[in-house]
């Protein structure tokens, strides 16, 4: 059977967006923000799309959902970075809001992709 390619799993494409959301939010702060903030989010969000990426290149099923586990938390840390830029940066409220909406969307599809993932495991 052959896999599809990376670029077409949804859970890669919304999750490199999410990277590069939070990327460009976090350039534009003040050096204390992104110190403080920014790296710590920039690192989170982008281990998320890394992690899914190794975890779809792993041929058995036990390592992808390893995997997959990692990048959920690593979405969830994202999710707490945004709510303390939220805090912080209340003037970057509208974007921030915005990207956690972009993360609950990713984390449903995220746990669907792990769910397919355990049904494997099973069969």
Do not use: C
């Not at 494409?13 to 534009?28: D, F, I, R």
Request: without cysteine.
């Amino acid at each position: 059977m052959e896999r599809k390619d990376i670029d077409n799993l949804e859970i890669y494409q919304l999750s490199m967006k999410v990277g590069q959301l939070t990327y460009e939010l976090a350039h534009k702060w003040s050096t204390l923000q992104r110190n403080t903030i920014g790296y710590q989010l920039i690192r989170s969000s982008d281990s998320i799309s890394a992690n899914i990426s190794e975890g779809y290149g792993r041929f058995h099923f036990k390592d992808q959902r390893r995997f997959f586990h990692i990048a959920r938390g690593s979405l969830y840390e994202t999710n707490t970075w945004l709510k303390k830029a939220l805090e912080r940066i209340p003037k970057e409220s509208h974007q921030i809001n915005e990207l956690i909406d972009l993360l609950h969307i990713l984390l449903k599809r995220l746990n669907a992709y792990i769910n397919y993932i355990e049904k494997k495991l099973n069969t």
